[in-house]
């Protein structure tokens, strides 16, 4: 596989990441059919081991999510930007610390934008707490399970 086909997929999988934290975008689904791309066009035991890794986990998050209370994001009373960017935070915390990282950057990053919003501490604590209740189980989740995928496609990619 060329590096720009590395490049397309990498964004593929980035763009799930993102429909994650955006309402109406499969992004699961997405990263899953970036991985199916990248194990069909590389055709090794590593990448078919990755797809199958990818599959089950998915699966698995696919059900916990059914089994989890519904989001509803209007009762949670933060923008839904305040919640896009936060979750961007998260993508970004995973990297610069991987995996705990994910949780850090969320919660600190929604954190830091409701206290700009609302002003003061004690209100942005109770809307962080509010939204994460609301929210965080289900996303985290969701988020987290895609990150691992696009960072098992990472770190096979990396060492083959």
Known sequence: M?????????LVMLLGLIGVLVPGIPGPLIVWAGVLWWAVTEKSGPAWTVL????????????????LPVRDLRAAGAPYRTLFLAGAAGIVGFFVLPVIGAVVGAVGGLY???????????????STRTVMRTLGLSVLIELLACLLVVGSWAGTVVAG
């Open 52 to 67: 199958m890794g990818a599959t089950a986990l998915l699966l698995v998050n696919q059900a916990l999510k059914w089994l």
């Open 2 to 10: 060329s590096a720009w086909q590395l490049v397309a997929v990498g």
């Open 112 to 126: 830091l934008l409701e206290r700009v919003r609302l002003g003061g501490h004690g209100d942005a604590w109770a």
